[in-house]
């Protein structure tokens, strides 16, 4: 991987006003955004591409964040994932963590916020 080519990140929330809030600041960043409201999509996207970064919601119709979030893990183990949640417990945050999440975030968060784990998640996947 070179290092100028863009951080691939993959963002699943089915509610699509989280996804049309960080698409737009996620590019303005520079990075390479796919977003997906269906899990199933994000799954199917997965089986094609291995993205640098994963942000998932966790409380989502279908495959919930945590199954999703250990699918990524066992596909592409490099892959650094950031569970976004407005149902954050110490119970699901250990459980991420345990799953091997790099970061939990609460909603409502705020875009710089998020941009900031997404910051410390590339660093750790592309050290420099």
Do not use: N, W
């Amino acid at each position: 991987m070179t290092s100028d080519q863009k951080t691939t990140v993959l963002l699943l929330d089915d509610e699509p006003i989280v996804c049309k809030r960080l698409k737009p600041s996620l590019e303005k960043a520079g990075y390479d955004v796919e977003v997906f409201t269906k899990s199933r999509e994000a799954m199917h996207r997965l089986t094609e591409k291995e993205f640098d970064i994963a942000i998932t919601d966790l409380k989502m119709d279908g495959m919930d964040g945590m199954a999703f979030l250990t699918e990524v893990k066992k596909r592409h183990p490099a892959t650094e994932v950031i569970v976004i949640t407005g149902f954050a417990t110490m119970e699901t945050a250990k459980e991420s963590y345990q799953k091997g999440v790099f970061d939990f975030v609460a909603k409502p968060f705020k875009l710089g916020e998020i941009l900031e784990v997404v910051k410390k998640a590339e660093a750790k996947h592309k050290p420099s």
